[in-house]
């Protein structure tokens, strides 16, 4: 199994700028796709990007492309997202995930999660 640790969430202004964080432990990182969902309150969880297991291939939801950037350094065995020019609405507790099946592209199913990383934007 593997275990995923988010950081980097906080409170920032409109306009401005956070890095998420995902550690990941327990297997070979990179032999697996992984994800950024975020929740915000009273809505679903949605995707927001997600990355190949080699990290030559990303995904975006349309409402944060050209704004976030999702990287990986398998050596490190971490994640990350970087969040430019934040709106409100991308308000919400951030998950990093690991996809299921090893070696496949685009993401079979998401099938560990970390604990969330609060994100709030203030305008």
């Known amino acids: 199994q593997v275990q995923l640790v988010e950081s980097g969430g906080g409170l920032v202004q409109a306009g401005g700028s956070l890095r998420l964080s995902c550690a990941a432990s327990?297997?070979?990182?990179?032999?697996?796709?992984m994800g950024w969902f975020r929740q915000a309150p009273g809505k679903e969880r949605e995707l927001v990007a997600a990355?190949?297991?080699?990290?030559?291939?990303?995904y975006y939801a349309d409402s944060v492309k050209g704004r976030f950037t999702i990287s990986r350094v398998n050596a490190k065995n971490t994640m990350y997202l970087q969040m430019n020019n934040l709106k409100p609405e991308d308000t919400a507790v951030y998950y990093c995930?690991?996809?299921?099946?090893?070696?496949?592209?685009?993401?079979?199913?998401?099938?560990?999660w970390g604990q969330g990383t609060q994100v709030t934007v203030s305008s």
């Open positions: 995930a690991a996809d299921k099946t090893a070696l496949i592209w685009p993401v079979d199913t998401f099938g560990s």
């Open positions: 327990g297997r070979t990182f990179s032999w697996y796709a």
């Open positions: 990355i190949s297991w080699s990290g030559g291939s990303t």
